[in-house]
């Protein structure tokens, strides 16, 4: 199974991706290359200290067909989101139905939608008074957040949490959690 993973900031969710099957010896799993809507964006410093192809694209080679090109290049059989902000075109959703997942840092339905990533996420949910958050990795389709719930893992919200409070227990999710749906996900795509 080979997975390309899209990334658009940092990229440590993709890291801990990678070295999770990479510590478990995992041979059934692979991540070919990690691709990038931002030439400037760190994960391609990971992707270089990890060994691992990176590409950037505009987003118009998303849209004209030379991402997807890429993809068949590298025989790739599905894609993980880690942290990735743009809309998935139509062409990629169509190449790989029901292949292609994301993670996101709050409990969808609610703070999902167009705008709604990162600290903007953790902001709106001090602001509304959640008692608490999490993650929802869910499958993609052509609305923002609104794909099948695949996983969902909650941590509490205290009324003295800042935004960044909030962020630090998400992304302990996301690094506890991530690798081991996808690992599940990607055996179900092989039957």
Known sequence: MKIALFASGSGSNAENIITHFRDR?????EFPLIVSNRADAFVHERAR??????F???KADFENGAVLRLLQQYAIDGIVLAGFLLKVPASLLQAFPDRIINIHPALLPKFGGKGMYGS???????????????ITIHAVNEHYDEGTIIFQARCPVLPTDSADEVAAK??????????????RWAKGLTK
Request: hydrophobic share 35%.
């Open 170 to 183: 998400v992304h302990a999710l996301e690094y506890r959690h991530f690798p081991e749906v996808i690992g």
């Open 25 to 29: 010896n995992a041979t059934d799993i």
């Open 56 to 58: 950037t694209f505009s």
């Open 49 to 54: 200290q990890l060994g691992v192809p990176s």
């Open 120 to 134: 903007h996420v953790h902001e709106a949910v001090v602001a509304n008074h959640e008692t608490e958050s999490g």
